[in-house]
């Protein structure tokens, strides 16, 4: 049963530039969170998806940033017009259900997608 | 911010040595995970202790949780070089539409020398 699979693993991007993450949940799975992981710190909630519906996005920057989970497909993080400071490694984890008030579900990581703006 | 804090930073120890390491969070909580993150790669769930909860065991690993003090250890005991890694709290920090985000910490990198 393959895990969390993300890619491309590393990604380099010139300032200005469009970058897309992809991240496929593991089987059976239909919510998805993607976090971001500055260098030497803890990892810093985005959003959070099921099929078609962003769930919560309030981790997520107003501007140039977006995420998409389709019916069909994986989930993409877009990160339009990128800046030196969007350099992090990224991460998306995935769960059979979501996390509600009544649910514990360990989330699944995926290795993560390391951006770095050149 | 409700991002927890852990201690110490760095953790160096010998093989068969015990580790421990602390953390700390700001509101309350349901549940407190901790994580393991090997270099280069994603997060690994190790053990998930609930509020109602003071001590948890799994295998080599023992974690208490004090919801007094807002805080929580977790030891790892007769270590392994292969225990060297990233360890992570986190905490559920429920959003008004009912979702659990995942708050985590700011790590504790340990290492492990044979």
């Known amino acids: 049963n393959a895990g969390v699979m993300q890619n491309p693993r590393h990604l380099v991007r010139r300032r200005g530039q469009e970058a897309r993450l992809r991240c496929s949940p593991m089987?059976?799975?239909?919510?998805v969170y993607w976090y971001r992981q500055l260098p030497e710190e803890g990892l810093k909630f985005m959003v959070y998806?099921?099929?078609?519906?962003?769930?919560?996005e309030s981790g997520m920057p107003k501007e140039r940033f977006s995420a998409e989970f389709p019916k069909e497909g994986p989930s993409i993080l877009r990160i339009q017009q990128v800046v030196r400071g969007d350099s992090a490694a990224y991460f998306c984890?995935?769960?059979?259900?979501?996390?509600?008030?009544?649910?514990?579900?360990?989330?699944?990581f995926g290795d993560g997608t390391r951006l770095s703006i050149l | 911010s409700q991002q927890g804090e852990e201690d110490p930073q760095a953790l160096s120890i010998q093989e068969g040595e015990n580790a421990t390491m602390n953390c700390s969070y700001k509101t309350s909580i349901n549940n407190l995970q901790w994580y393991r993150q090997n270099s280069g790669r994603g997060l690994v769930h190790l053990i998930l202790i609930r509020s109602n909860e003071r001590e948890k065991h799994s295998g080599r690993l023992r974690v208490t949780l004090d919801t007094s003090k807002k805080s929580s250890s977790l030891l790892i005991t007769a270590s392994r070089a292969a225990d060297t890694a990233s360890y992570f709290c986190a905490t559920d920090f429920i959003m008004n539409t009912g979702f659990q985000k995942l708050v985590f910490g700011t790590g504790t990198r340990l290492l492990v020398s044979p």
């Open positions: 998806l099921q099929k078609e519906n962003i769930i919560d």
């Open positions: 984890a995935s769960s059979p259900r979501g996390k509600t008030r009544d649910s514990n579900q360990p989330q699944h």
């Open positions: 089987k059976g799975h239909s919510h």
